[in-house]
């Protein structure tokens, strides 16, 4: 089955630069659409060695703690 969807002028330009000879309009939709695909986090398993894992996990720390005072309870 198919489905006729609409695109602006640009989106659809984007998508006919990414299109391969014989590939069609939806392989490119699909093959997009599975690369941004959320990957899982045993992916990312052993990437980081030595002092690498340390300053990651120190950005992570200072992001959240960023992010926390930013927070507001809307429910107040």
Do not use: C, H, N
Not at 44 to 49: A, D, E, I, T
């Amino acid at each position: 089955m198919t489905k006729a969807i609409s695109l602006s002028e640009k989106a659809y330009e984007t998508l006919k630069r990414m299109k391969t000879p014989g590939e069609s309009f939806s392989d490119v939709v699909m093959r997009v659409a599975v690369k941004e695909k959320k990957k899982s986090l045993t992916e990312f398993s052993g990437k980081w060695v030595g002092d690498d894992i340390d300053e990651v996990f120190a950005q992570i720390k200072k992001e959240r703690e960023q992010s926390a005072s930013r927070q507001v309870d809307l429910f107040q």
